[in-house]
């Protein structure tokens, strides 16, 4: 089952060109079963979420793209955006208390002052497959996560139709609603794919 876990939309990302319905329908085209939809430090509406998957008939999903002191971070899981996740050490005592998930976004981009062998301290994985980044920079990534406790995702970080399916996750198992999702990332049995170039 392929889902991209890096979507913006307009609706909470003021950097996004695309509706919530475009990107669906972008994905569909695109040969994907889903979409996970991180607005930049901001949270769906679970309601909102399941009526446009009901609407479109398709997976979506939600998660969050905080912006802390040491980067982006891709976080599933939460029940709420809460202001206290700008910092790493607030976005993981909130998480920690929802039990979601962190993964540090694209990590190849600089990221502070935190030190790669700090990273399997803060974080349950990485994003080890980006689409707007490069060969050499997903490499990068992918070497990152060897040293954590789960596996790198993929996701395209599409802010406009064209970006949308160029890189996504890979899961063995079936994801069709939050709670299958959190089992599927916690179980590890995914990874990271590219799909095709950025057009």
């Given amino acids: 089952m392929l889902i991209d ?10 950097c996004s060109a695309l509706t919530p319905e ?9 040969g994907l079963d889903g979409v996970c939809i991180t607005e930049h430090d901001a949270l769906w509406p679970l309601d909102d979420v399941e009526a446009l998957a009901r609407e479109m008939d398709c997976v979506v999903l939600r998660g969050i793209e905080a ?9 599933f ?33 600089k990221y502070g002052t935190l ?19 490069g060969v050499l920079q997903n490499e990068a990534a992918r070497q990152l996560a060897a040293g954590m406790r789960l596996p ?10 064209r970006e949308v399916a160029v890189s996504a996750t890979r899961f063995d198992a079936g994801v069709h609603d939050e709670a299958s999702f959190l089992e599927a990332l916690k179980s590890g049995a995914y990874e990271p794919v590219r799909l095709r170039r950025h057009a």
């Fill in 22 to 30: 475009a990107l669906v329908r972008a994905a569909r085209a695109g």
């Fill in 67 to 75: 912006t802390t002191e040491v980067g982006h971070v891709l976080v």
């Fill in 115 to 133: 030190p790669p062998a700090d990273l399997a301290v803060w974080f349950d994985s990485v994003e080890g497959e980006n689409g707007t980044e």
């Fill in 152 to 161: 790198a995702i993929g996701g395209s970080d599409c802010h406009s139709a």
């Fill in 77 to 109: 899981g939460a029940s709420a955006f809460d202001p206290a996740m700008a910092t790493l050490a607030g976005l993981r005592e909130t998480t920690r208390r929802d039990g979601a998930l962190m993964y540090l976004a694209h990590p190849s981009r």
């Fill in 5 to 14: 876990l890096h979507c913006h939309t307009r609706r909470f990302s003021p």
